[in-house]
């Protein structure tokens, strides 16, 4: 192995696991901004984000935990409020006047009808363009939070929220 202190190992974020070059050079040939959606833990992020040689430049973002403020309740990592942060990342993104993007998941899976896909329902909803296909979104029992209020016994008012974030 080589040694030294001007030895950099090439594609770190590669060996880590964070960075797919191939799909990254894809997204980024097409030209158009990308709907970065990151799942963790406790938290969704969406982020409208442009190409820039020095660096990619961040135009607006949106983290469940803002939800809060609305009046949500529930739990900030599921996928009711996955949707939501999709209203809200597409209402942010069309006062920037955003228009259209491309979907970028990273290193998740595309499992259908997963969160990622309930955060672009949601952006898709609230006015952007993103190219999709129907088959991957959540059904909208799923977005509304009925699978969760019959096992919490009380309800998550989805609706009312996504209304709330589109009327501001």
Do not use: W
Not at 55 to 81: F, H
Not at 91 to 102: G, I, L
Not at 136 to 163: M, S
């Amino acid at each position: 192995m080589a040694k030294g202190k001007t030895y950099r190992v090439p594609r770190r974020r590669r060996r880590e696991g964070k960075t797919d070059y191939r799909k990254r050079i894809k997204l980024i040939k097409s030209g158009k901004k990308r709907l970065v959606v990151r799942i963790q833990n406790n938290t969704i992020i969406a982020q409208i984000i442009e190409y820039n040689p020095e660096g990619d430049k961040t135009i607006t973002q949106a983290i469940s935990r803002e939800l809060e403020k609305y009046g949500y309740e529930g739990n900030c990592s599921n996928t009711p409020a996955a949707y939501l942060t999709g209203i809200l990342i597409g209402k942010r993104a069309q006062e920037k006047s955003v228009k259209e993007a491309v979907l970028d998941i990273g290193q998740n899976t595309p499992i259908k009808e997963s969160k990622v896909f309930a955060v672009l329902k949601g952006a898709l909803e609230s006015g952007l363009d993103i190219p999709h296909g129907k088959e991957a979104l959540p059904k909208d029992k799923r977005i509304k939070g009925e699978h969760i209020e019959e096992h919490r016994g009380e309800e998550l008012k989805v609706e009312k929220i996504a209304e709330e974030i589109k009327e501001e």
